[in-house]
């Protein structure tokens, strides 16, 4: 298991120089420029790093945009006759595909401990989320002091939840096509490069000092406004009020 753990953790890394190792063959064969090859080996695979990378933040995201529709599970659940515990524990089978696996080991956990405080608490820590936060403080609160009012803390959290969400992907489409233009901006010189580098004048004018001198400074000046950018078009999260202590 731990062998396997340390295998998913260096995938990235693998990907990344997988495709920096083509790009490096590619351009060589266009260029015949080691010195070119060797930068866009670098670009290559410092994208599909960040390209990995995405992937999980989208996964966050996707369980961020899931959590209204575990509420309306909940309240459904409860209102058939099921008690606190068995919603939750449905929601490993009936609730969102990606919530599926935590709601699972909570299910699991219940089974084999069958302390409902310890397995929630696991649960909210597995999740990690403002709006599982949310949701997990209300049950707990109205499991332990047996409060009446649980549904319409519910309905209350996923109308707040539903509404940040609209806000966050209104904001998102709005901004998309100013990051596509930025995004474009900077891989328009490359690309660039990458066409005239199949001229051996261009090639040879890369070889030398003063080439390499402004290949490394393209490089810095392009991965300065990409970091620039990305930091001022990414959205602040809310903050976890009810995190761990």
């Not at 459904?76 to 089978?93: A, K, N, V, Y």
């Not at 084999?112 to 989320?129: H, M, V, Y």
Request: glycine fraction near 6%.
């Amino acid at each position: 298991m731990k062998s396997r753990g340390k295998w998913r953790s260096l995938n990235p890394y693998l990907k990344s120089a997988t495709f920096g190792f083509v790009a490096l063959a590619s351009v060589f064969i266009v260029s015949s420029s080691v010195v070119i090859a060797l930068t866009f080996d670098f670009l290559v695979t410092v994208i599909s790093f960040i390209a990995t990378k995405r992937s999980t933040h989208k996964k966050y995201e996707a369980m961020s945009s899931a959590w209204p529709e575990v509420i309306d599970h909940l309240i459904t659940g409860i209102q058939s006759g099921l008690s606190i515990t068995e919603s939750l524990i449905g929601l490993s089978t009936r609730g969102p595909e990606v919530l599926r696996p935590l709601f699972n080991e909570f299910a699991t956990s219940m089974t084999s401990r069958g302390n409902f405080d310890q397995s929630l608490a696991q649960l909210k820590a597995d999740c990690a989320q403002t709006g599982s936060d949310q949701i997990f403080e209300a049950v707990s609160i109205s499991k332990t002091l047996g409060g009446s009012e649980l549904m319409s803390i519910l309905r209350t959290v996923g109308t707040f939840l539903r509404q940040d969400l609209a806000l966050r992907r209104e904001i998102e489409v709005k901004h998309g096509w100013i990051k596509n233009s930025a995004h474009l901006s900077a891989a328009a010189p490359w690309i660039l490069l990458l066409l005239l580098s199949t001229q051996p004048a261009t090639a040879n004018a890369f070889s030398t000092r003063a080439g390499v001198l402004i290949l490394v400074l393209g490089i810095a000046m392009t991965a300065t406004a990409y970091l620039w950018m990305n930091r001022l078009g990414k959205l602040p999260e809310i903050p976890r009020v009810f995190g761990e202590k």
